[in-house]
């Protein structure tokens, strides 16, 4: 079964997320920060998919983006970013440290598990 790393600082976020996720089959995994989501990769969490938020205290999102980048067990896993910013420099800079794509906070339910289940089906 696939798990799906959600990384978010909003507990409200993480749940409604993780709730639409396992509702859809899925296992999740949570963290509150990129360096949260990070320690969890280290320890030898695997995740199909990582959804993360860019605004993030401790380590943001683009900060998190690159350092899985540099894991070997997470480099070349899809990476969604998950933001209601609108800046296009925050978008590209997401884009050119590895994401893979963003949609826009909150996303419809159906249309996060298109997007899951197309990169990551169970």
Not at 14 to 17: L, R, T
Not at 20 to 25: F, T, V
Not at 32 to 35: D, L, T, Y
């Given at each position: 079964m696939s798990t799906i790393l959600v990384i978010d600082d909003s507990p409200t976020v993480?749940?409604?997320?993780s709730g639409?996720?396992?509702?859809?089959?899925y296992d999740v995994a949570t963290a509150?920060?990129?360096?949260e989501g990070i320690n969890q990769i280290d320890a030898g969490l695997k995740?199909?998919?990582i959804l993360t938020d860019l605004n993030m205290p401790d380590m943001d999102g683009v900060a998190f983006i690159k350092a899985a980048r540099r894991t070997a067990t997470t480099?070349?896993?899809p990476i969604?970013?998950?933001s209601s910013d609108t800046d296009?420099?925050?978008r590209?800079?997401?884009r050119a440290a590895g994401a893979s794509g963003w949609l826009t906070k909150p996303p419809q339910p159906s249309q996060l598990l298109a997007v899951v289940k197309q990169l990551a089906p169970k």
């Open positions: 993480v749940m409604h997320f639409i996720l396992q509702g859809a089959g509150a920060n990129g360096q995740p199909s998919i480099r070349f896993t969604i970013v998950l296009g420099r925050r590209d800079a997401a």
